[in-house]
C-alpha cells in the first residue's frame, strides 16, 4: 500500500506534463472502430469466462471444501490462527485500518490536486480512484448483507453448528442468519484493482503494477481469513469479480475524462496514438 503513495505523490511532483483537460465531450478522445469489442472482450468477457468456471470448480465441483478441509486439518482439527496475532491483529485489523488510512490520504491528494495546477492532471484519476475503490467495497458489503450465507467456522464439518447450505439453496426457516459471502475484509485489497485504470489514465506503463498490488493484497487477506475459517475459497473469488466489475464500470463511467489516446494504444494495442 505504501507503494501507491509513493507512486501518486510522485506524479504530481514529478515532470510530466498536465493533460489538457477540455471541458466539451466533443474535443475529447473518443474511442476507435474496434476498441470497444476488444476492451469488452480482454476486459469484460475473458475475466467473466475465468470466473465461472473457478466459481464452478470451488462451488459445484467441491473445491470450497477440498481447501476448507485441508486448512482444518493443518491446524488440528481446530481453526487456531482464528485469534492468531499475525492473521487478525496483523492481516485483518491492521490491514483494514492501513487501507482506510491510504483511501484517506488519496481523499486528501485529491482536494490538494484542486488547488495546486501542477497536480490538476490527477484530478480526475484520483477521483475515479477514490470512487472505484469506494464503490467495490460497498458493493461487496451489500451483497454480503444478503446472500445469507454462512463461514466454514459456523458449519458442523468445522467445528460450528450449522450446515452447509449452498448459494443457490433455500435456507431453511429458524436457522441463523448468514453474512459472510462475498468475503469483506478481501474486498479491502481488491478494489485496488482500481490502480490499473489510475494509471492507464496517467502513466500507462505502471498498470500493470497498479494490478498486482490490488491482487496481491486482496490475496493476502483472503489467504489469512481462510486460515480463520472466516471464507472458503469462492468467497475471495466473488469478492476479486465484483472489485473487477465496479472498478471497469466506474471507468466507463469516468472514460470521457479518462480516456486518452496513448493509454488506448498501450493498454490494447490500438492506432489511436502513441504508447507513453
Do not use: E
Given at each position: 500500500m505504501r507503494a501507491v503513495m509513493i507512486s501518486v505523490f510522485s506524479l504530481g511532483t514529478s515532470g510530466i506534463a498536465p493533460v489538457p483537460r477540455p471541458t466539451p465531450r466533443s474535443a475529447l478522445p473518443s474511442l476507435q472502430p474496434g476498441d470497444g469489442p476488444r476492451l469488452v472482450w480482454t476486459h469484460a468477457v475473458l475475466p467473466a469466462l475465468l470466473v465461472a468456471a473457478l466459481l464452478a470448480l470451488a462451488m459445484a465441483g467441491g473445491g470450497d471444501q477440498w481447501l476448507a478441509d485441508r486448512l482444518y486439518a493443518l491446524q488440528g482439527g481446530h481453526w487456531v490462527l482464528r485469534d492468531a496475532f499475525l492473521t487478525q491483529g496483523i492481516a485483518h485489523r491492521a490491514g483494514r485500518d492501513v487501507g482506510i488510512a491510504l483511501w484517506l490520504t488519496l481523499l486528501v491528494a485529491w482536494v490538494v490536486s484542486q488547488r495546486r495546477d501542477a497536480w490538476s492532471h490527477l484530478r480526475?484519476?484520483?477521483?475515479?480512484?477514490?470512487?472505484?475503490?469506494?464503490?467495490?467495497?460497498?458493493?461487496?458489503?451489500?451483497?454480503?448483507?444478503?446472500?445469507?450465507?454462512?463461514?466454514?467456522?459456523?458449519?458442523?464439518?468445522?467445528?460450528?453448528?450449522?450446515?452447509?447450505?449452498?448459494?443457490?439453496?433455500?435456507?431453511?426457516?429458524?436457522?441463523?442468519?448468514?453474512?459472510?459471502?462475498?468475503?469483506?475484509?478481501?474486498?479491502?485489497?481488491?478494489?485496488?484493482?482500481?490502480?490499473?485504470?489510475?494509471?492507464?489514465?496517467?502513466?500507462?506503463?505502471?498498470?500493470?503494477?497498479?494490478?498486482?498490488?490490488?491482487?496481491?493484497?486482496?490475496?493476502?487477506?483472503?489467504?489469512?481469513?481462510?486460515?480463520?475459517?472466516?471464507?472458503?475459497?469462492?468467497?475471495?473469488?466473488?469478492?476479486a469479480a465484483i472489485c473487477w466489475a465496479v472498478s471497469l464500470a466506474t471507468w466507463w463511467a469516468f472514460r470521457p475524462r479518462l480516456v486518452r489516446a496513448r493509454w488506448l494504444a498501450a493498454c490494447f494495442g490500438t492506432q489511436s496514438g502513441a504508447a507513453a
Open positions: 480526475d484519476p484520483l477521483a475515479y480512484l477514490l470512487v472505484a475503490t469506494a464503490l467495490s467495497m460497498l458493493c461487496v458489503a451489500w451483497i454480503k448483507s444478503w446472500s445469507n450465507m454462512d463461514c466454514p467456522w459456523d458449519l458442523l464439518r468445522y467445528g460450528g453448528d450449522r450446515p452447509y447450505i449452498g448459494l443457490w439453496t433455500v435456507r431453511p426457516v429458524g436457522l441463523p442468519r448468514g453474512a459472510c459471502f462475498p468475503a469483506g475484509h478481501a474486498s479491502g485489497g481488491y478494489a485496488w484493482f482500481a490502480l490499473y485504470f489510475f494509471f492507464g489514465a496517467v502513466r500507462p506503463r505502471w498498470r500493470w503494477a497498479g494490478l498486482a498490488i490490488g491482487f496481491a493484497a486482496g490475496l493476502m487477506f483472503g489467504i489469512a481469513q481462510q486460515l480463520r475459517g472466516a471464507h472458503f475459497v469462492s468467497h475471495d473469488i466473488g469478492t
